[in-house]
C-alpha cells in the first residue's frame, strides 16, 4: 500500500533513530560522565571513572582530562606540604627544635583555658628561664658555638621535665617551661632543682666544655595570675630578681613585685635627673690603729627634695642596669676630686704633710669602658685628678672577668694610682693569679669577721689572709668593724688598717676635713660609746697637758664633729699609753666638774 518514495522514506527515519541511539549510547553518557567529572573537580568532589579505554577521540578527551585531574592533584599536595611545613617553621624555633613564642601564646592560652573549665584544685607553674652569661659565649666563640649551646640546652630541658610538661624557646637565651598537673609547690622545687643540675653539667661544644647557668623566674596558676600573659609577666619580675644573683630561681610574691616596681620607679627618677644633682659625696675614714685616718673612701648618697634616702643598695644596681654607670661614674670623679681639694687645703693650712687620699670605687662596668679610663687619664693629665689624691678600690669581682679588666687595671697603675682590691675573700679572686694584678691593697670583706665556725677557726681564716697579704707586700684594710672587741681580734693577729662605724659614720666633706684636722696628730686613744649606736677610737690632736679634760670639753662641745657621748672609757695603746696615775686623777677631776652628771 505504501509507496516506494515512503519506504523510503521511513527507513531513512528508522536508521536515524537506531544511529541516535547508538550515539547516545556510545557519546552521550560518556559525554555526560565527563561533565560530571568537571563539575566535581570544581566542587572539590572526587570523581567517578573516565572512558580513557576508548581508542576514539572521546577517549583522548577523557585521558587528557585524566591527565590534568592528576596534574591538579600534585600541585594540590606539594601546597599542603607547603603549608605544613610554613606552619611547622612559624611554631618551632629551628635552633633548638622546641615550639617557639608564637607556639607558647597558642598552647599556653589553651592549657590556661582548659584549667578554668575544669575548676578548683588544678594548678600549673610557669619557670621563665634564662641562661647567665650566654653573651660571653657568642662573643668569645663566635654564633656557631653559641647556637649549638643553645640546642644542647633545649635537649637537656625537655630530658629535665615530664611527658605532660611543655617546653617553649621564646627567644635569645630565653626558655618558658609549663609545669602542668601539679600538686604542691614543692612539685616546682623538685623539678627547678632537677633543670639547673642537667643545665650546669658540662657540654661539650666545638672540642671544649662549656659549664653553663641559669637564672629562673616562677609563677603559679591561679595564684599569681589567670592568663598565660599575666602569668609570663610575674614570672619576668621573679626573673629580674633571681638574676641578681644568678644560677638560682625566685618565686614570684607580691613584696618582689613591689621592690621591682620600686627599681623601675628608680629607673625613671635618676633618667630626670641626667646631672645627678640630688647627690652628695660623703667621705668614712680608713684608719690606723692609732685611729688616724690614713685615707677616705667616697660613697654617694641620694636624697630626694622631699627629704627621702634612697640607699645606695638601691640605686647602685638601677645605675648599671639603666646603662647609667658611665655619666654617674664622671660625677663621682669630679666629685671625689673636689673632695680631695678640700682634704688638701685642710692639712695645707695646718702646715702639715700631704692630706689623706681618696678611694673612688670603680666597676667592672667602668673599667671595661674605654670611654671612663681615657676620662681619667685626661682628668690626672690636668691635674685634676692626681694620684696623690687619689687612688681607686676595685671589687673582688673583676676576678670573674681578669683577663678583660687587667689592660685597664694596668693604665691606672701606669699613670701612677694606687689600687685597692675591695670585697677581699669574697670568692672571686685566685689566689694563684692574686700577683699578676698590680694591687697595693687588700680590703678584707667584713663577712669574713662572722664567717661559720668557732672565734678560733674564724681567727685563724684571717690570721692566715694576713700572711697572705704581708707576702704579696700589700696593706691589709679590715672593712666593717663594729666593735671593740673585733679591734682587738684584729690588732693581735696584726691588721693595722681598719674601716666601720666604730671609727666612724660616713662624714660630710667639711666634717671629713675636720676629722684629718684633729686626728692627724700624736693623740691618746679615747673610746667613745653611745647606749644606742657605737663609735669609737677617736683621737683627740692633744694641744694641752689634760686629756680628761679635752674629753670632757668635746662631750659639752655638741658643734664638734663627734656623737655626744653618755659613757667614756680610756684605753692603754701602745705608743698611745697613758699612766694609770695621771687617768686616775685626770678622771677624779672630771668627776668633780658641774656637768659631772652627764658623764659616767
Same mark, same amino acid.
Given at each position: 500500500?505504501?509507496?516506494?518514495?515512503?519506504?523510503?522514506?521511513?527507513?531513512?527515519?528508522?536508521?536515524?533513530?537506531?544511529?541516535?541511539?547508538?550515539?547516545?549510547?556510545?557519546?552521550?553518557?560518556?559525554?555526560?560522565?565527563?561533565?560530571?567529572?568537571?563539575?566535581?573537580?570544581?566542587?572539590? =568532589?572526587?570523581?567517578?571513572?573516565?572512558?580513557?579505554?576508548?581508542?576514539?577521540?572521546?577517549?583522548?578527551?577523557?585521558?587528557?582530562?585524566?591527565?590534568?585531574?592528576?596534574?591538579?592533584?600534585?600541585?594540590?599536595?606539594?601546597?599542603?606540604?607547603?603549608?605544613?611545613?610554613?606552619?611547622?617553621?612559624?611554631?618551632?624555633?629551628?635552633?633548638?627544635?622546641?615550639?617557639?613564642?608564637?607556639?607558647?601564646?597558642?598552647?599556653?592560652? *589553651?592549657?590556661?583555658?582548659?584549667?578554668?573549665?575544669?575548676?578548683?584544685?588544678?594548678?600549673? %607553674?610557669?619557670?621563665?628561664?634564662?641562661?647567665?652569661?650566654?653573651?660571653?659565649?657568642? !662573643?668569645?666563640?663566635?654564633?656557631?658555638?653559641?647556637?649549638?649551646?643553645?640546642?644542647?640546652?633545649?635537649?637537656? +630541658?625537655?630530658?629535665?621535665?615530664?611527658?605532660?610538661?611543655?617546653?617553649?624557646?621564646?627567644?635569645?637565651?630565653?626558655?618558658?617551661?609549663?609545669?602542668?598537673?601539679?600538686?604542691?609547690?614543692?612539685?616546682?622545687?623538685?623539678?627547678?632543682?632537677?633543670?639547673?643540675?642537667?643545665?650546669?653539667?658540662?657540654?661539650?661544644?666545638?672540642?671544649?666544655?662549656?659549664?653553663?647557668?641559669?637564672?629562673?623566674?616562677?609563677?603559679?596558676?591561679?595564684?599569681?595570675?589567670?592568663?598565660?600573659?599575666?602569668?609570663?609577666?610575674?614570672?619576668? *619580675?621573679?626573673?629580674?630578681?633571681?638574676?641578681?644573683?644568678?644560677?638560682?630561681?625566685?618565686?614570684?610574691?607580691?613584696?618582689?613585685?613591689?621592690? $621591682?616596681?620600686?627599681?623601675?620607679?628608680?629607673?625613671?627618677?635618676?633618667?630626670?635627673?641626667?646631672?645627678?644633682?640630688?647627690?652628695?659625696?660623703?667621705?668614712?675614714?680608713?684608719?690606723?690603729?692609732?685611729? =688616724?685616718?690614713?685615707?677616705?673612701?667616697?660613697?654617694?648618697?641620694?636624697?630626694?627634695? !622631699?627629704?627621702?634616702? +634612697?640607699?645606695?643598695?638601691?640605686? /647602685?644596681?638601677?645605675?648599671?642596669? #639603666?646603662?647609667?654607670?658611665?655619666?654617674?661614674?664622671?660625677?663621682?670623679?669630679?666629685?671625689? #676630686?673636689? @673632695?680631695?681639694?678640700?682634704?688638701?687645703?685642710?692639712?695645707?693650712?695646718?702646715?702639715?704633710?700631704?692630706?689623706?687620699?681618696?678611694?673612688?670605687?670603680?666597676?667592672?662596668?667602668?673599667?671595661?669602658?674605654?670611654?671612663?679610663?681615657?676620662?681619667?687619664?685626661?682628668?690626672?693629665?690636668?691635674?685634676?685628678?692626681?694620684?696623690?689624691? /687619689?687612688?681607686?678600690? $676595685?671589687?673582688?669581682?673583676?676576678?670573674?672577668?681578669?683577663?678583660?679588666?687587667?689592660? %685597664?687595671?694596668?693604665?691606672?697603675?701606669?699613670?701612677?694610682?694606687? /689600687?685597692?682590691? !675591695?670585697?677581699?675573700?669574697?670568692?672571686?679572686?685566685?689566689?694563684?693569679?692574686?700577683?699578676?694584678?698590680?694591687?697595693?691593697?687588700?680590703?678584707?670583706?667584713?663577712?669574713?669577721?662572722?664567717?661559720?665556725? !668557732?672565734?678560733?677557726?674564724?681567727?685563724?681564716?684571717?690570721?692566715? +689572709?694576713?700572711?697572705?697579704?704581708?707576702?704579696?707586700?700589700?696593706?691589709?684594710?679590715?672593712?666593717?668593724?663594729?666593735?671593740?672587741?673585733?679591734?682587738?681580734?684584729? $690588732?693581735?693577729?696584726?691588721?693595722?688598717?681598719?674601716?666601720?662605724?666604730?671609727?666612724?659614720?660616713?662624714?660630710?666633706?667639711?666634717?671629713?676635713?675636720?676629722?684629718?684636722?684633729?686626728?692627724?696628730?700624736?693623740?691618746?686613744?679615747?673610746? @667613745?660609746?653611745?647606749?644606742?649606736?657605737?663609735?669609737?677610737?677617736?683621737?683627740?690632736?692633744?694641744?694641752?697637758?689634760?686629756?680628761?679634760?679635752?674629753?670632757?670639753?668635746?662631750?659639752?662641745?655638741?658643734?664638734?664633729?663627734?656623737?655626744?657621748? *653618755?659613757?667614756?672609757?680610756?684605753?692603754?695603746?701602745?705608743?698611745?699609753?697613758?699612766?694609770?696615775?695621771?687617768?686616775?686623777?685626770?678622771?677624779? =677631776?672630771?668627776?668633780?666638774?658641774?656637768?659631772?652628771?652627764?658623764? *659616767?
Amino acid at each position: 500500500l505504501l509507496g516506494p518514495g515512503l519506504l523510503a522514506g521511513l527507513a531513512c527515519v528508522a536508521l536515524g533513530a537506531l544511529m541516535a541511539l547508538r550515539a547516545s549510547r556510545v557519546y552521550a553518557k560518556p559525554l555526560r560522565e565527563l561533565a560530571w567529572a568537571v563539575e566535581g573537580l570544581a566542587e572539590g =568532589r572526587s570523581h567517578g571513572p573516565l572512558p580513557v579505554a576508548r581508542k576514539d577521540e572521546l577517549g583522548e578527551l577523557a585521558r587528557s582530562f585524566k591527565a590534568m585531574v592528576e596534574a591538579l592533584a600534585e600541585r594540590d599536595a606539594e601546597r599542603e606540604r607547603l603549608h605544613e611545613e610554613s606552619l611547622h617553621g612559624a611554631l618551632v624555633d629551628p635552633t633548638t627544635g622546641l615550639p617557639n613564642r608564637r607556639a607558647f601564646l597558642e598552647e599556653s592560652a *589553651t592549657v590556661v583555658a582548659l584549667l578554668e573549665r575544669l575548676g578548683s584544685g588544678r594548678s600549673l %607553674a610557669l619557670l621563665y628561664l634564662d641562661l647567665d652569661n650566654f653573651k660571653n659565649v657568642n !662573643d668569645g666563640y663566635g654564633h656557631g658555638a653559641g647556637d649549638e649551646l643553645l640546642h644542647a640546652v633545649g635537649a637537656r +630541658i625537655k630530658e629535665a621535665i615530664r611527658d605532660a610538661d611543655l617546653a617553649f624557646r621564646i627567644g635569645g637565651d630565653e626558655f618558658v617551661i609549663l609545669l602542668t598537673s601539679l600538686r604542691r609547690e614543692d612539685d616546682v622545687v623538685m623539678v627547678l632543682d632537677k633543670l639547673r643540675g642537667a643545665i650546669a653539667a658540662p657540654m661539650p661544644i666545638q672540642g671544649r666544655d662549656f659549664l653553663v647557668t641559669a637564672s629562673c623566674g616562677v609563677a603559679l596558676y591561679p595564684r599569681d595570675g589567670t592568663s598565660s600573659e599575666e602569668l609570663l609577666r610575674v614570672a619576668d *619580675t621573679a626573673l629580674y630578681e633571681a638574676k641578681r644573683s644568678r644560677d638560682t630561681y625566685a618565686f614570684f610574691t607580691p613584696e618582689l613585685g613591689e621592690r $621591682v616596681r620600686r627599681r623601675t620607679e628608680l629607673v625613671e627618677l635618676l633618667k630626670a635627673e641626667p646631672a645627678f644633682s640630688e647627690f652628695r659625696l660623703v667621705l668614712q675614714p680608713i684608719v690606723d690603729r692609732g685611729g =688616724r685616718p690614713r685615707s677616705f673612701e667616697a660613697l654617694a648618697r641620694w636624697r630626694k627634695p !622631699d627629704g627621702r634616702e +634612697i640607699p645606695p643598695s638601691e640605686f /647602685i644596681p638601677v645605675i648599671e642596669e #639603666a646603662g647609667l654607670i658611665g655619666a654617674f661614674g664622671s660625677w663621682c670623679l669630679g666629685a671625689a #676630686a673636689r @673632695a680631695a681639694k678640700a682634704l688638701a687645703a685642710g692639712a695645707a693650712g695646718q702646715g702639715g704633710g700631704p692630706a689623706p687620699r681618696v678611694a673612688v670605687n670603680l666597676s667592672v662596668i667602668q673599667l671595661l669602658d674605654g670611654g671612663q679610663m681615657d676620662e681619667i687619664a685626661a682628668r690626672s693629665a690636668s691635674g685634676e685628678l692626681g694620684p696623690d689624691r /687619689i687612688y681607686f678600690e $676595685v671589687t673582688e669581682s673583676c676576678f670573674a672577668r681578669e683577663k678583660e679588666v687587667e689592660p %685597664a687595671v694596668r693604665r691606672l697603675a701606669a699613670l701612677g694610682y694606687k /689600687i685597692s682590691l !675591695d670585697d677581699f675573700g669574697t670568692g672571686y679572686s685566685s689566689l694563684g693569679r692574686l700577683g699578676s694584678l698590680p694591687f697595693d691593697a687588700f680590703k678584707v670583706d667584713r663577712s669574713l669577721l662572722f664567717a661559720g665556725g !668557732d672565734a678560733r677557726s674564724r681567727d685563724a681564716v684571717l690570721g692566715g +689572709i694576713r700572711s697572705l697579704g704581708a707576702g704579696y707586700g700589700v696593706d691589709m684594710v679590715v672593712g666593717g668593724v663594729e666593735d671593740a672587741e673585733t679591734v682587738e681580734r684584729l $690588732v693581735a693577729l696584726g691588721f693595722g688598717l681598719f674601716q666601720g662605724y666604730y671609727f666612724s659614720r660616713p662624714l660630710e666633706v667639711e666634717a671629713a676635713a675636720r676629722y684629718a684636722r684633729e686626728l692627724g696628730g700624736e693623740a691618746y686613744y679615747f673610746s @667613745a660609746d653611745s647606749m644606742t649606736e657605737a663609735y669609737a677610737l677617736h683621737l683627740f690632736r692633744v694641744e694641752e697637758r689634760d686629756p680628761v679634760r679635752l674629753v670632757a670639753d668635746t662631750v659639752r662641745d655638741e658643734s664638734r664633729v663627734y656623737p655626744r657621748p *653618755t659613757d667614756l672609757r680610756v684605753f692603754s695603746e701602745p705608743p698611745f699609753s697613758l699612766p694609770e696615775r695621771e687617768v686616775a686623777e685626770g678622771l677624779a =677631776r672630771m668627776a668633780m666638774r658641774p656637768d659631772a652628771a652627764d658623764i *659616767t
